[in-house]
């Protein structure tokens, strides 16, 4: 959890405090011992995102360190990471939650359409649907 | 050579989860450079006691220690005015700060001076350091302050529970961080003074409890 918060928020005091929080939430959220790892990762991933948008959010200056994109496994662009990196943490405090998120998923986590559907609870095409408004959304802030 | 590409969801599973490792994904692995490269990495970054979640009792009973306390001290529905108290909080950088978490049924909360803890909650101490290396927690009874826990400080949920009895009064709760191991003598002294230095310093919560 700490990579992931910190692949978003770029520094790894911040991905502490936010994979902290996120573990902190799962003691409370009622997941049956027995639970998959694929639903409990899916959980952690769910919840760490939305927690480290939100820390995105506050916090006024964004100083990242692209060395924490650098390790991206063979489904993962580092350079198109970091570019949509750079881009969600500019139009962040505009934009929806549920964008913010596919974009993280699949931008910058680099999860497949259908990964990023079963962390987000909605279908592939509402993931490729958000991630379109989220490239409309730098088209627009471009023109 | 395969031409799957595989997430950091995918690897992230992988590595978390070695019973239901998919076969593909380990011969893949044996190919992929960048994939290799990211599961070592996590495997690089990962610290065993990361159990922030759901810190451990302590094996040690101390549990008479605050029973005692409680006794002692009568009804007391308000947080004491503590002379020199501190709001309990993380702390501004470069100032250590202790924060308490109280676990309740399946809830857990920042505790804050507003909130009465009740019988049977669960408070844990997230610490940080800032640079001190130690860290000591107190607990009262009748004859004074007595050593609860010690250990090395790290910016994290301390590796224990104070359960609250289901007596009245207050619960009280004294926290040393140093820069190097003091004997007890010396962390009871720095609790009784709340002494503030470049190479200690102290904090002291007063928890109300919420009357039965």
């Known amino acids: 959890m700490r990579a992931k918060c910190r692949r978003l928020l770029g520094d790894t005091s911040a991905a502490e405090d936010a994979a902290q929080e996120t573990f902190l939430r799962l003691l409370n959220a009622g997941l049956r011992p027995d639970a998959e790892p694929r639903v409990v990762l899916a959980w952690l991933y769910r919840t760490g995102t939305r927690i480290s948008i939100d820390m995105l959010r506050e916090r006024r200056r964004h100083p990242f360190d692209p060395a924490h994109l650098a390790d991206a496994p063979c489904g993962g662009d580092p350079a198109a990471a970091l570019e949509a990196r750079s881009a969600l943490a500019r139009i962040a405090g505009a934009t929806p939650d549920d964008e913010l998120a596919a974009a993280v998923l699949c931008r910058i986590d680099s999860l497949t359409h259908p990964e990023a559907a079963a962390v987000m609870h909605v279908s592939e095409r509402t993931v490729r649907r958000l991630l379109d408004r989220f490239d409309e959304r730098l088209t627009t802030e471009h023109a | ?212």
């Open chain 2, 1 to 212: 050579m395969d031409d799957h590409r595989y997430s950091t969801f995918a690897l992230d599973l992988y590595w978390a989860a070695p019973d239901t490792r998919d076969p593909d994904l380990e011969q893949h692995l044996a190919t992929c450079e960048r994939c290799h490269a990211y599961v070592d990495h996590l495997a690089a970054i990962d610290r065993p006691i990361e159990v922030r979640a759901r810190p451990k009792r302590p094996k040690r009973s101390w549990l008479p220690t605050l029973l005692a306390t409680a006794l002692a001290i009568a009804l007391v529905i308000v947080v004491l005015a503590w002379p020199g108290h501190r709001a309990p909080r993380i702390a501004i950088k470069g100032e250590p700060g202790v924060e308490v978490l109280v676990h309740r049924g399946a809830e857990t909360v920042v505790w804050n001076t507003s909130l009465r803890v009740r019988a049977h909650d669960a408070l844990a101490l997230r610490v940080a350091c800032e640079g001190m290396a130690r860290v000591s927690v107190l607990v009262p009874d009748a004859t004074g302050w007595h050593l609860a826990f010690e250990g090395s400080c790290q910016d994290e949920v301390l590796p224990f529970t104070l359960v609250v009895d289901d007596q009245p009064g207050v619960e009280q709760i004294s926290v040393v961080l140093s820069q190097s191991q003091l004997d007890v003598d010396a962390v009871q002294r720095a609790t009784a003074l709340e002494t503030r230095s470049a190479a200690l310093w102290t904090t002291r919560f007063t928890f109300a409890k919420e009357t039965p």
